[in-house]
């Protein structure tokens, strides 16, 4: 059941959901996920001209409640988002005010925190307490090292958290529904309108998703399959230094020490055993995903996921899901 | 036409570390240093919006010790007419590095600032929104393309996926620049030469605030158990696969 | 950095006989040109390899009596006390870094020409060699057997007294024993022919008697091969071989095992081109099966995974290299210290045979361009000085194999600033589209090597896609500069045969080309008959042949010599490329030379009878005919530009290097910029240095006394 709030109470943790295009975007569950870690419901902020209809999307376990903010405009605008975050929190008094580590959020996360003093961090990908305080980590020099960090004199804290860290939360919630009138004066960065990239020239470091194919495709014209794949999967097809060296594929298109080093979200290596040269590459990929048929292969001692199998069977197999 | 740019001179760490002693840090004797990825692209798009506007001139202003300069001296090189040094030791999180900066950017009354994405050691992308939010400056981040109009510009911003949001925003405002925007010019030796001889004007910083955070401890992550691997045929692998893919896309 | 604790099995040591190896790693028996007249290159040489962690390192080739004398080709030699205190500083300096020494005495019977000793071989059967076609060997009597079997003797004990730890029975490519074992060369119906007993015997005799002389002191190696692949005649594994491992195992302390003959030795000293590393692990894995005596062999190994994958998989003991440990002689010390991406991994181009082949010269290295130089120019791969002019920057025009080599090791050397700047888009220059060729992908490591080790250095930097002209480069802002911007194909038929162009060449023509234009450019090769000129003698007309042929073209191979691709006999290249020409059916012409290449025919005149004139009927003709020199940059610099305005900009040193001086092996050009670094600080870099000449030098006076 589900009732209206009259009056605005402090609340503990603060989420602020991500939307695109009328869809929630998974982050904002994963916060949800992360406010329950810390043993604490979340009260999400939906900024939107029609709120209503993505609160459905929200409404999950660990969600105590659900805030309406109606906007003008359509898509994210960072002023927008700015000033409805800075009233909802002096509204509501967060601890904890948790945005993704998104590029959304980059637009009005770090501003927001500066101009209120809030305890800050990003890319922060665990979150405990210790006794009253609260302990987040996250990377340093170049993801080579991680720390803890506390925000030792801060009553408020915001915090940009790093997508996948936690997994999205799911059920049915209960959660109150209320809203939050608040006023916009003006936005500076106004969204025109959406365009699909152009895939002119591969840039293999800016994909979010590479299929990785290395000598374990043989010969030459077992390429082409593995190129359809890569399409049909929505991946850019990326290849190790062999394949290269042959002239098969273009340089552009190489990843490692030699060729390019890439952090895509997603890195799906077929038939790559692991070169050290590869992996200086693309070892900081978010997910690592590894076929071999050698068990032994060294890229499975990066790989998050692997499978020793065929990678001509999987890639069939991939084929017909995609 | 003015454009400041911020750069920064990033710590990079080869394959070895060791901490000091307080295990807050990274021993200094391991790191060497290089100006910012992406101040390279910034600096590089300012140089080039300065060009087409035939007048005008591009700033560089970074934080730190003396060491930094040299990062300050890339971007000289490449012909940046000058640069501000914001005196400070030691470690600053991003919102004291804004607050270092807001005052001489904020006198310098720029046209456009820009800075970097992101710094590729701490990757925390929140030092140029941090500095737009308190010079009260219009924004945009992640920018991947830039056309100046009059009052406003329309830029590119690149949105996870590939998709592309076309903004437009009002002038003067700060810009995070993302790699690839365009292809950064190199320096010729005489260049870099003319670029040591320069004088940078060193200020004192703005008042730094509190750290928005504290280091507690400091390691290396523990290995991980190696790869989960997953169970049966070709085709529940392929069936995971897919599974994980849409979950880490989404 | 610390050694990952899967290569951990190549660092256990190993028992050999009465010796310890301390470790898996084995130079195999190699020749460097050296042999045991030039003592201190030979020792030099060798020593740089137990520096960089290899526990045992073997002579070339060893000749045990002047009977066994390959002149013109360079073996070690073991004849005389003499020889014994040559050859044992080797021993020496290899023993000082805890690495075993191993002399691989060898009898060539009919295979060694004998040109300085004018001896006369002996052999079990007189059948002319296969390798050297003029050279007849003495049919062995029992008293000629014993003789022989009597110079092993000796040869081990001069061998022990020198220092050797390891003395060979050396049977493989078909030298001595190995004669005996094999039918090809063994027609004798006494008891050392016919059964598979009696072609043992001599092998299995001289063993013993090697054993029973040293066998105490020293390890007792025996090198055989396991299949000459050529059917029953040669030797083969399941009727020869692995018998014989089984009949004399007892006293062999190691084996070297490897395949093939003499005459095609290119299936045991595999090129890149038509095999991949490991090749011969299956015949080492079978002897293996037999055995109870560590097993070691080669195979072209460069990866470390792969020769643990050996070990653990039972098919060797001991990983043996000969071409990896002379692109990088430091190969086990690197994969110890963690540092995999700095081993300069072998390509595979066997052009370190090819100067033993040819006979004479010491060898070289394309990856290496010290191999050789370690005593003679006191060269040491790892080790850099400080340049004494490194207070100057550098501006290197141009990343083919000398750029980049030059700023490699101009960047080690510790110059303040080192720009590499490259037309194109990335390193590599000549070497970005040779490797593209078919079954040349392994050479690429040459870029990839010299574009992660560039990367590293932090006072070079690469700058790509910049093309400097004159006031470019006058106006950068260096204090040197050094030109290398390589070489093109003649695209008007100029030619070493006629030194003239061919009338109609010109490769503006879509229906001409050049190599470049086809393999860096893109151009497309109109039609399906291609008719290719190929006076240079080496591998690119070849290659372009297999390439075109395999995209279904109908092609010409001409050549105004008695052979296609000579050279490649010297890299052992030449049997498998013939058979795949053959296969693709390319036709070969040779002693032809073209008068006049017009769109549609090509008329070719026979170089000994220029009336004797043919026609082609052609849709495109590909100039493989000779390369020039991309002197144009250079000559503006210097004669219109001038040196004096150089200098009036501050550069004080201005060379150039690499093909840009003359064409020449990519091997040559990386010679180039690497001695120019080295010597970037003498007088006058543009001129080598003296290096030492190991040589009989006279007092005239006490010889005229």
Redo the contacts between chains.
Sequence with gaps: MRLKRAESEPVSILVIAEH?RGQI??ITLELVSAAKDLGEPAVVAVIAKDPASLADQVDVEGVSEIVAVKVDEE?????VY?QAVEQLVSDRSPDIVLVG????A??????????L???????VFALRRDGDDL??ER????????????????ERVLL?IRP?SWPPAEGDGAAVEAELDVTVLGS??????????A?SDV?I?????LLSVGRGVGEKENLSQFEVLAER??ATLSVS??L????WMP?ARQVG??GKTVKP??Y?ALGI?G???HL?GMKTS??????NTDPEA?I??V????????LF??A???D??? | MKIVVCVKQV???GDE?EFTEDE?D?DPDY?DFALNEWDTYATEEALRLVEAAGSGEVVVVSVGDEDAEDAMRRCLAMGADRGIRVEAEGWL???QV??ALAEVVGSESPDLVFAG?QS???????????????LDL?????VTKIELADGKA?V???????????????TP?LL?IQ??INEPRYATLRAIKQAEEKEIDVRKPGEL??P??????????PK?E?????DG???E??????E??Q???? | MARDPKYDILFEPIQIGPKTMKNRFYQIPHCNGFGSEKPLNQAYFRAMKAEGGYAAVCTEYCSIHPESDDTHRVSARLWDDDDIKNLGLMCDMLHEHGALAAAELWYGGPHAPCMETRCVPRAPSQIPSDFEHLTYPKEMDKDDIREVQGFYVDAAKRAREAGFDIVYVYGSHSYLPQQFLTPYYNRRTDEYGGSFENRARFWRETIEQVKDAVGDDCAIAVRMSTDMFMGEAGTQLERDCLPFVELVDDMVDVWDINVSGISEWGEDATPSRFYPSGRLLPWQKAVKGVSKKPVLGVGRFT?P?LMVEAINDGALDIIATCRPSISDPWLPRKIDEGR??DIRECIGCNICISRWEIGGPPLICTQNATAGEEYRRGWHPEKFEKAANADNDVLIVGAGPAGMECARVLGERGMRRVHLVEGQD?MGGIMRWI??LPGL?????V??YR??QT?KLKNVEFIPNTQLDADGVKNYGAEIVIVATGGYWATDGLNGCTHDTIPGADASQPWCLTPEQIMAEGKAVPGDKVLIVDNDGYFTGVSLAEKLAEEGKQVTLMTHLGHIAPYMHFTLEAPNMHRKLHKLKVEIVTYNIPTEIAEGKVTSAHVYDEEHLTEWGVDSVVLVTQRRSNEALYRELKDSVGIDALEGEGITGFYRIGDCVAPRLVADCIFDGHRIAREIDSENPEIPLPFKRERHVIEREAVLA
Excluded: C
């Design positions: 695109l975007r998974p898509e994210f605008e960072n002023d700015r580590f998104t590029i959304n980059m637009g009005f996360a770090p501003g927001l925190a500066a101009k003093e809030l305890g800050f961090a990003s890319d302990v987040a990377a340093f020099y170049g993801s080579k090292v991680n720390a803890e960090i506390e925000f030792p004199g801060h940009m996948t500076h960065a106004r969204h025109l309108e959406f365009q699909e990239a895939t840039d470091t800016t994909a979010d998703f999967m929505g230094r062999p290269v060296d042959q002239g340089s020490q030699s979200k997603v799906l055993s070169a050290v040269q200086a978010g997910t690592i995903i590894a076929v060294a499975f001692n790989a998050h996921y692997g499978a020793v199998a065929d069977e999987v069939e197999e991939l017909k899901l995609f | 710590a990079v760490l570390v807050r990274v790191l999180d991003p919102i804004a607050r994405v590729s050691d701490s990757v925390q992308a929140a030092t140029g929104g941090a500095l737009a939010g308190l219009p924004s945009v981040a992640v329309t590119h911003r690149e949105l996870e996926g590939g998709l592309v949001d076309v903004v437009e925003v009002d405002a995070t790699t690839g605030g509190e928005s955070y504290r280091v507690r401890k400091m390691f290396v992550p991980g190696g790869a989960e691997m997953l045929g070709a085709a692998v392929a069936q995971r696969i897919k994980i893919v979950e880490r896309l989404a | 990866s995974d995999l991406d990335d490797p593209q992908g392994e050479w690429a490591r870029v990839n574009k992660i990367d």
